[in-house]
């Protein structure tokens, strides 16, 4: 009962949030404040409580079973805390904007939707809530107009593509198995063969791909998540593509299981390594594009293909480790990109541009938005105490442990890109010189403020304590079957070596102890101007010495050949193609009578000779 | 007096006939006249679906038994088609309550006409599903016809007379057809009772029979838009007024579909034909979808679109299995009630912005917001998108073509899907062109209440259907299991 009441609650709240803004917009804040507080409320108060609710529908003999398990909770409370969040964010950020009452509708119920999907224990209910999930997420991507809506269509059509496939594949379940029971089916997976699973398994990939962003099905992502409504980006990227890691969790752990899903694959290639390494080319190729970006949210979005890619090496990798690294690595990517999310939307707030080549030196303007944006860019990188760092090296020494030497050198580079584009949005926004024209802004409103610090906090959190959530991530796996670790608040230890956060806050300490020292014992500060650095004591112009336009731009000369998106061109020439035929077909209705006349005569002449054909033969 | 399904029939009909009788009483009156009359089938018919589910009404004539008379069959099939006939039509009627207007200079004889062309296409297509015998099926089928080439002509504007005059010339074309087949069927078998056709059925295997059978996919083909016999639709729909378009793309085409699959389920039984027809289907599925794509006209977009359903329907319909019929009788629901709902919404969109063009859609989201939610429930619901009833509908569509296990259906499976991702995207587009797009007036539009009773109606059924399909699918599924079942017909109608 408690599942189907906090979905009610929330499709509900959505509709009344709506009402509520044509009745005063104070009201529509307090609403959707609320609303979202409940359900983060309520689904904290259902921790532990595992369980399910069937009812039955007379349509086909489907049932609805709502499971509460590990997993769905783990999501739950991810989905619920961030939109909470972001729906603060948005009360000072969307303020004086046109059409409020639809997007705080849109984003209870979008949040609702994905919680309907974690919930759902049938894969009908969890198709059912996928779809409203993709049409609700286009209709508030569109939001923006402009360059919004050929994004949302992009969008939205590759989402449709994904769930025709998963729904091939949903509808073979049914008719091989006779239901659609995740918990029916996944007992009695022993009745299909390796042929059919991989067939599935490959539909699904379509389906969940998609929507992960898994390359090369990754090309809507960049357009969708820069030219969202900022708060509603840190959605996207935050849990609106780790909906598609849920589903692979689903398929590949959850019902296929994971003693056939490991040895699925001919002799040389297995299907999981096949996805570990299509999970190392996100890594790789992603990330350096990510360094070339001007637009600050089109690098972060570039920047979430990457990091979705450690989390598929981490989860197809196949062992207990990998699965902890990259369930953990989903859990933090979630926290420290809706930061950075936020924090670019702060400064696009106060400074009206997100292009990198325009900002700078706004550390001593917006501080707080700095240190967010630092912890988020350590959390990105992997910083030690960050969340970022732990469960990186967990996904490395996974990936060592089972001598997976390339996919690790892949992780590694692509570590490196990450501390090339992570240290692009610090410099390039806070420091440098600052421009005339931001000389006057002013400080972070109050519901900015909030949460980004408290997604900072989370982030130090979960990297010196990674143990709290360790500990919950590792009865998940348990649960689904891999073996189960040592966890401690503090740490992780594996036959092969422990983490241990407490020895490296320690000595992380002892070294931030050390070096102040050494700055107090050494010559006293002498403060200089700015410029007098730069220009060694010389006059300069200083316009002309914007030092964050074209930050990379050596850098940038010789890797932007091999770094057009080659899967963007193909998609849109298929379009093209699709247009171009569609284009042709319509002369047929040319509108000369005759020719209409003459199609049906040979329609009749066709069906007559047809018959008369086949029984000649 | 025991209620008796022919008045089903009589009372549309007889009331069309009055009307111009009681316009000389009052003119204003005889607006509401398809109303009533509408209103009364749709109370009449829904009495009668308990009844009929288990045990079909036979209702003899002038006294004869069959298969000397002619007799109505009142299977479930019939009753549900009657249902949507005159939902559809009751609500399209308080629609034009107020969407048909003359100027005052041509007087009200003109929208006289209008309401009695209304009755009596209504009439026709009521007659219809409810007849047994072949000839009757023709007179009907005739009644209907004349009377949407009249009212897509309505608007007396040089898109509709041409419209009109193609559509009459193909329309006349397939009745010629039609007529031709009722005579090779009686010359072979001597009697025109649709139940003692498909008793002899059996007996005769002479390559007339399949020319008949040839024949009558043509003619009723050319009235249900299969391809490529459907070239009247774009022009027809798209020219008439908003009201009879959703007439017509609501309940003509799909009676056409009825009669072919009326005549091939109970005359000549599944054969290798059904085959032809699914990958007729899905041929017409592609092409309209596409043709809809790069469509610049609104009414254009969703006659095309229409199309597209069609093909889906004949797809679903010549699967063969109880499976498919009943997963072909939900697409038909659903595309009634929804292709009704967006033609309606589209009539007052058109009439305000004086356009038909996608362009003046611009920013409508603001300036007629209801209208414009409205339409995007029934778009989504077209594309099948949950918790809206297409969701339901093409589900057990893509179930009924899985579960025969043939190659080929996958196929045309697959392709079906690919045509659902093309019919999202120019949906797609129009709604964000209707929300997301800037117009440059900025005046709020009320449209009359007339728009919103029938569209709400609509809507809700939509969503209600959606999240609750088991509601009709197990009275869909028994009147399957009647369609598909010749000698349950046979025996029914004999009383044996």
């Given at each position: 009962m408690t599942l189907q009441l906090i979905l009610l609650i929330g499709f509900g709240g959505a509709v009344l949030t709506y009402f509520a803004g044509k009745i005063s917009s104070k009201l529509r804040e307090i609403f959707a404040v609320m609303i979202s507080l409940i359900l983060v409320g309520m689904i904290i108060s259902i921790y532990g409580k595992y369980s399910q609710e069937i009812l039955t529908l007379g349509f086909l003999d489907f049932r609805i079973i709502f499971t509460l398990n590990r997993l769905s909770w783990l999501f739950a409370i991810i989905v619920s805390s961030l939109t909470f969040v972001t729906i603060v964010f948005s009360l000072?950020?969307?303020?004086?904007?046109?059409?409020l009452n639809f997007y705080y509708m849109m984003m209870i119920f979008i949040s609702v939707s994905m919680l309907g999907i974690v919930f759902s224990g049938t894969l009908l209910l969890f198709y059912i809530f996928w779809e409203i999930m993709s049409w609700s997420t286009f209709l508030l991507i569109s939001y923006n107009k402009g360059k919004a809506l050929s994004a949302g269509l992009k969008y939205v059509i590759m989402s449709i593509i994904g769930s025709t496939a998963m729904l091939i594949a949903i509808v073979s379940i049914y008719i091989k198995f006779g239901t659609l029971d995740i918990s029916a089916i996944s007992q009695n997976i022993n009745i299909v063969s390796f042929n059919y699973i991989t067939y599935i398994l490959a539909l699904f990939f379509i389906g969940f791909g998609v929507k992960a962003a898994v390359v090369p099905l990754h090309t809507w992502l960049p357009d969708a998540h820069s030219e969202a409504p900022s708060p509603f980006s840190a959605i996207l990227s935050g849990i609106l593509i780790k909906m598609g890691i849920y589903g692979f969790i689903l398929i590949m752990y959850i019902i296929i299981g994971i003693k056939i899903s490991l040895v699925l694959g001919t002799e040389w290639i297995k299907f999981h390594y096949v996805l570990a390494w299509l999970g190392a080319i996100s890594i790789l190729i992603p990330s350096f594009i990510a360094i070339l970006q001007n637009d600050a949210k089109r690098l972060l979005a570039w920047s979430s293909i990457g990091q979705i890619g450690y989390i598929i090496v981490g989860i197809s990798i196949g062992t207990g480790l990998g699965f902890i690294g990259g369930t953990f690595h989903l859990f933090n990517h979630a926290i420290f990109k809706a930061l950075l999310f936020l924090c670019i939307a702060s400064v696009e707030y106060q400074t009206r541009t997100r292009n990198l080549n325009q900002l700078g030196g706004l550390i001593k303007k917006m501080p707080i938005t700095f240190t967010g944006v630092l912890i988020g860019g350590f959390g990105l990188i992997g910083i030690?105490?960050?969340n970022g760092f732990v469960s990186k090296w967990l996904i490395y020494k996974s990936l060592f442990d089972s001598n997976q030497y390339f996919l690790l050198f892949f992780s590694l580079i692509g570590t490196w890109a990450a501390i090339f584009y992570g240290y692009k949005i610090i410099h390039n926004i806070f420091l440098g010189q600052l421009p005339e024209k931001y000389k006057d802004i002013k400080k972070e409103p109050l519901s900015m403020k909030i949460p980004i610090i408290i997604l900072s906090f989370t982030v130090l959190l979960f990297g010196i304590f990674p143990g709290l959530i360790l500990k919950y991530i590792n009865n998940l796996g348990v649960s689904i079957g891999f073996q189960k670790f040592n966890v401690s608040i503090m740490g992780i230890s594996t036959e092969t070596g422990m983490l241990n956060m407490l020895n490296i806050a320690f000595a992380l300490f002892i070294a931030i102890i050390l070096v102040y020292l050494i700055f107090k014992i050494g010559k006293k500060k002498v403060k200089i101007n700015q410029y007098d650095n730069y220009g060694a004591g010389s006059y300069i112009p200083v316009d002309k010495y914007h030092y964050t336009t074209k930050y990379y731009d050596p850098l940038y000369r010789v890797i932007r050949p091999f770094l057009t998106d080659y899967f963007d061109k193909f998609y849109s020439w298929i379009a093209n193609c699709v247009k171009s035929i569609s284009d042709t077909i319509r002369k047929i209705y040319c509108g000369d009578l005759n020719y209409y006349v003459i199609y049906i005569l040979g329609f009749l002449a066709t069906i007559i000779v047809l018959k008369i054909g086949s029984k000649l033969w | 007096m025991v209620m008796n399904p022919v008045f089903l029939i009589v009372v549309p009909l007889g009331l069309a006939f009055f009307t111009p009788i009681i316009g000389l009483l009052s003119k204003k009156f005889t607006k509401y006249v398809p109303v009533i009359a509408m209103l009364f089938n749709l109370i009449l018919s829904i009495s009668f679906l308990p009844k009929v589910i288990d045990n079909p009404i036979v209702v003899t004539l002038a006294g004869w038994k069959p298969p000397f008379c002619i007799n109505l069959f009142v299977g479930p099939v019939g009753i549900i088609f009657s249902i949507l006939i005159s939902l559809i039509g009751f609500l399209v009627a308080i629609y034009g309550i107020n969407y048909i207007k003359t100027p005052e200079?041509?007087?009200?004889s003109k929208q006289e006409k209008y309401h009695i062309l209304y009755l009596l296409l209504l009439t026709g297509a009521t007659g219809i599903v409810l007849t047994g015998d072949i000839f009757n099926l023709f007179v009907f089928f005739e009644i209907l016809c004349i009377s949407s080439y009249v009212l897509v002509a309505y608007n007396q504007d040089k898109n509709g007379i041409e419209a009109a005059t193609k559509y009459l010339i193909q329309g006349s074309v397939g009745s010629a057809f039609i007529l031709i087949g009722i005579g090779f069927l009686y010359g072979l078998f001597g009697t025109l009772n649709m139940a003692d056709i498909a008793q002899k059925i059996g007996d005769v295997n002479s390559p007339t029979l399949f020319i008949a059978m040839a024949l009558f996919i043509t003619g009723f083909g050319i009235e249900s838009a299969m391809f490529p016999l459907n070239a009247w639709l774009p022009d027809a729909h798209s020219s008439a007024p908003s009201s009879i378009s959703a007439i017509l793309s609501g309940i003509a085409i799909h009676i056409g579909i009825y009669a072919i699959f009326r005549i091939l389920y109970t005359?000549?039984?599944?054969?290798?034909?059904f085959t032809f027809l699914a990958i007729m289907g899905i041929i017409t599925l592609l092409i309209g979808e596409m043709s809809a794509f790069?469509?610049?006209?609104i009414k254009r977009v969703l006659a095309y679109s229409s199309m597209g359903q069609i093909g889906l329907i004949i797809f679903a319909l010549s699967i063969g299995t109880v499976n498919g019929v009943s997963a072909g009788l939900f697409q038909i629901v659903t595309h009634t009630i929804s292709k009704a709902l967006l033609f309606l919404c589209v009539g007052y969109m058109i009439y305000y912005t004086k356009s038909m063009e996608l362009s003046s859609l611009k920013g409508l989201g603001k300036r007629m917001p209801l209208t414009s939610f409205l339409f995007t429930i029934g778009a989504f619901s077209l594309i099948g998108?949950?918790?809206?009833?297409?969701f339901p509908s093409k589900l057990s569509i893509i179930f009924a073509g899985l579960k025969t296990s043939d190659p080929l259906f996958l196929i045309l499976i697959i392709l079906l899907l690919c045509a659902t991702v093309i019919e999202g995207a120019y949906f797609f587009k129009i709604i964000q062109l209707l929300y997301f797009k800037k117009s440059e007036k900025k005046d709020h539009i009320k449209p009359p209440f007339t728009l919103f009773l029938p569209a709400i109606i609509l809507a809700i059924l939509i969503i209600f259907i959606g999240l609750y399909p088991g509601f009709i699918s197990s009275i869909l599924n028994k009147s399957a299991a009647e369609f598909v079942d010749k000698f349950f017909y046979i025996k029914t109608v004999f009383g044996v």
């Open positions: 000072s950020y969307m303020k004086g904007k046109e059409n030690p105490l960050t | 200079s041509q007087g009200s005359l000549f039984g599944v054969n290798s034909v790069k469509q610049e006209n998108l949950p918790p809206f009833i297409g």
